[in-house]
């Protein structure tokens, strides 16, 4: 198997806790796309694993979305059963990061938010790091910052790329003086 997360049961797992938890009928694309939006799973052992969860009656095709023409697919009683008692196979920090990444996807994909970070060399043997939270044409934040070091650099953009919301939600908390925002939960 490629997929860090193990093996083709592993795999299987994590599809159906997403989908059970997610609690709606989605396209093939979405699901592959909330699947997607953290490493533990590869592009191939997800096409496998959907393939093999719809022909084991885990999901099922539930209908036709009514804007494109899409299958939507849905967790049956059977898979919904399979995801929890089969879910603690998997490290469940890995479960809570990934339907939390899952979720905000589906929230900035419904509100058309898109986030991006690079870095770039600056030749003194520093790194500039820049972030970005974009609500269709609008700008809702871009930062840059200067760092020591590529590790440090690739650090950021991971943990950017991990949590979008709650940096934004700092930033702006911060930035009007609630430094309490740093206590808080």
Do not use: W
Not at 59 to 65: F, L, N, R, S
Request: aromatic fraction near 10%.
């Amino acid at each position: 198997m490629a997929s860090p997360i193990g093996s083709m049961n592993n795999v299987k797992i994590f599809v159906l806790y997403l989908m059970k938890n997610i609690n709606y009928p989605m396209d093939y694309v979405t699901v592959n796309d909330i699947v997607m939006q953290t490493d533990y799973i590869m592009y191939l052992d997800f096409a496998e694993a959907f393939h093999e969860l719809l022909d084991g009656g885990l999901i099922e095709d539930v209908g036709k979305d009514v804007d494109t023409g899409d299958s939507l697919y849905a967790v049956t009683k059977k898979g919904s059963i399979v995801a929890e008692s089969m879910k603690s196979d998997l490290l469940p920090s890995i479960l809570d990061q990934s339907l939390t990444c899952a979720l905000r996807y589906l929230d900035f994909k419904r509100r058309g938010i898109t986030v991006d970070c690079t870095y770039e060399p600056m030749g003194d043997q520093t790194y500039n790091v820049t972030v970005m939270i974009r609500e269709k044409n609008k700008i809702l934040m871009q930062t840059t910052v200067n760092v020591d070091s590529e590790y440090r650099s690739r650090q950021m953009r991971e943990n950017f790329r991990d949590r979008p919301d709650v940096i934004y939600r700092g930033v702006m908390a911060l930035l009007a003086g609630n430094v309490n925002y740093l206590f808080d939960k």
